[in-house]
């Protein structure tokens, strides 16, 4: 729960065993992924900018960035998921946050808040304190392996993940941990709402903030990859690219999204594109800019036949040839059923 006592929310549970059942059904594989916990709420890191319009201020919760309490339980809280779900055929990670944001939030949103984007700058102030995610995941690391020792860990760094935050990321010294970053730079260009398209790709466009257009191509993109690549090359280990997207209107999304996932591929890095559909129909049908198969004009919310985007995503995701089904023999999976008094 995000509240203390912090203990397991059986409906948040039981919600989560009915999908890896659905997808267990699609043979596919899944990773499970914390947005929220103890300490710290949905709300600052999907729409902090809409407190005040569609949901309350009451609702923000970040204060795991100071406290103490709250950050143990986060380790217990993924002790006990590792406990119930190792032995789950087609959970192949474990992603220990999603999005940690303190350098932005601190550990209150509005009254509190950090604001630092430099990763130097927050390192400088801020490092080995509460705020700091490099001191909380080795030991989240270090529970999960006191039960699971197979299960392969998922850590992105602060700043939501930002590549330009991966170097800032401590290795755990952990060998089946893979490093994450997610992927919406230029935010200038994924992120242009349809009524103000400023940035096309490939073209120009203000990139850096400086207030002048810089190349926005394919060697950018390659560029800004670089960075991945000094870090493996750094400390011998995987990464991967967890989250990735652009809205589907923006102009030349497409061959966007052809080269940089030639790139991903080029550097045998695992993605996955980002869309949330809710069980919230009112939601998924209005609030769907990232949902590739309603298409090009932002007035539609339905599905289309087809796209040049969705023919892109569709064509490299065509090259994934393992499923559940072809390297796994029936397995009969009961969770593990264990105290609930744990997070």
């Keep these: 729960t995000e509240t203390p006592p912090y203990t397991v929310d059986l409906d948040i549970q039981n919600n989560l065993d009915n999908l890896l059942s659905m997808i267990a059904q699609a043979d596919m594989f899944a990773v499970i992924s914390f947005r929220t916990g103890p300490g710290r709420a949905e709300f600052s890191v999907c729409c902090l900018e809409d407190v005040g319009d569609w949901y309350d201020e009451s609702y923000l919760n970040d204060s795991m960035w100071q406290d103490q309490d709250a950050q143990d339980a986060w380790v217990d809280m993924w002790r006990y998921t590792a406990q119930r779900y190792r032995n789950n055929p087609i959970v192949v990670g474990y992603d220990l946050m999603v999005e940690p944001n303190s350098n932005e939030v601190g550990s209150d949103a ?39 020792s197979s299960t392969p860990i998922l850590i992105g760094g602060m700043g939501y993940s930002g590549i330009e935050w991966l170097p800032y990321l401590e290795p755990t010294g952990d060998p089946r941990t893979v490093y994450m970053v997610h992927q919406y730079a230029p935010i200038q260009y994924t ?3 349809w009524d103000s398209l400023d940035c096309t790709y490939p073209g ?74 809710p069980a919230w129909e009112p939601w998924a049908e209005e609030v769907d800019a990232f949902n590739f198969r309603h298409g090009p004009d932002p007035q539609n919310h339905t599905d289309v036949e087809s796209s040049d985007l969705m023919d892109v995503i569709i064509s490299c995701w065509g090259r994934n040839t393992v499923r559940p089904s072809s390297m796994l023999t029936e397995t009969l999976y009961i969770p593990l059923v264990s105290s609930l008094s744990t997070p």
């Design 191 to 193: 992120h242009q709402w």
């Design 204 to 277: 120009t466009c203000d990139v850096d903030w400086d207030g002048d257009d810089e190349q926005f191509d394919r060697a950018w993109l390659d560029d800004l990859l670089s960075t991945i690549d000094t870090f493996t090359a750094t400390h011998n280990v995987p990464v991967a690219v967890n989250e990735f997207g652009v809205m589907r209107w923006e102009p030349g999304a497409a061959d966007f999204m052809d080269d940089q996932m030639d790139l991903f591929e080029q550097r045998g890095l695992n993605h996955a594109l980002w869309v949330w559909d």
């Design 110 to 148: 509005i009254n509190d808040p950090l604001d630092i984007w430099d990763p130097e700058e927050f390192y400088a102030q801020y490092g080995g304190t509460l705020y700091d995610w490099n001191q909380l995941y080795p030991r989240i690391t270090a529970a999960i392996r006191e039960v699971d």
